[in-house]
């Protein structure tokens, strides 16, 4: 995953589009205010007996929902907002922790001092998971959320609902939910790679290249390689996930 600050700057603002997005409310409102049915025409002889009496029951008319009014409009896109700004605010902390991950430096067993500061990686790494679960029960959640916070905000039912459906139908779900499997992937890898330092400990040289350290057993060589080349795969991945999320 690259870092430069072009790509989090379009992560930062545009991870979640529908924020932006709110604005295109009030074409789905102006929709459901026109969903009743039409009045019924006025009938010039509705006091005289003798019309009357041949006159036919008309049907019920389902009772017209009242236009919404500016301020109604900017407490729900404002609850709305509540719940996506919620959202982006973690997968923007999320990233920024997978970042620190993905610095050669986490590749390279010569970069840890001693077994200690593989202890400290490995609380970093709890706490990325923590992260990481945290922002797979607000997608969960969301549903419920804005359900929450537009009962707090008031509104029609129906305006309501079809508010809820525009922000919901908005999610990138399918890549959302290959982001959070590539997630697992990389922790679980991750957790691998920092174990197998902790256990061999000492037992590789530099070679001067950072990315080829030397091992003083092949079977540790060959394990180190396949962790390392398992990361670099679930990265560039989990890279091409949140592009198509910031896009």
Do not use: C
């Not at 091992?215 to 390392?228: C, D, E, G, H, Q």
């Amino acid at each position: 995953m690259k870092s430069n600050l072009d790509f989090r700057r379009r992560l930062v603002h545009g991870i979640l589009p529908l924020i932006v997005a709110l604005t295109g409310f009030a074409a789905i409102l102006a929709q459901a205010q026109q969903t009743g049915s039409p009045a019924p025409k006025p009938q010039s002889n509705l006091n005289d007996p003798a019309t009357r009496s041949s006159e036919k029951p008309s049907g019920t008319v389902a009772p017209k929902e009242p236009p919404i009014n500016p301020q109604q409009l900017d407490r729900l896109t404002r609850a709305a907002g509540k719940v996506l700004d919620r959202i982006q605010s973690e997968e923007n902390d999320l990233y920024l922790r997978l970042n620190y991950f993905e610095k050669p430096e986490r590749l390279n067993p010569n970069s840890y001092a001693s077994k200690d500061e593989i202890a400290q990686w490995q609380g970093l790494l709890q706490q990325l998971k923590e992260k990481h679960d945290l922002v797979a029960q607000h997608y969960a959640d969301v549903g419920k959320d804005l359900d929450t916070e537009f009962r707090n905000a008031g509104g029609g039912e129906e305006v309501v609902a079809k508010f809820k459906k525009f922000i919901m139908d908005g999610f990138p779900w399918a890549t959302i939910e290959k982001k959070k499997n590539l997630i697992a992937e990389f922790i679980d890898e991750q957790t691998k790679l920092l174990l197998f330092y902790e256990k061999n400990w000492g037992t590789w040289t530099s070679t001067g290249d950072a990315n080829k350290p030397e091992f003083t057993s092949a079977s540790a060589a060959n394990i180190y390689k396949r962790l390392r080349d398992q990361i670099l795969n679930t990265s560039e991945e989990l890279e091409k996930q949140y592009k198509e999320m910031s896009e």
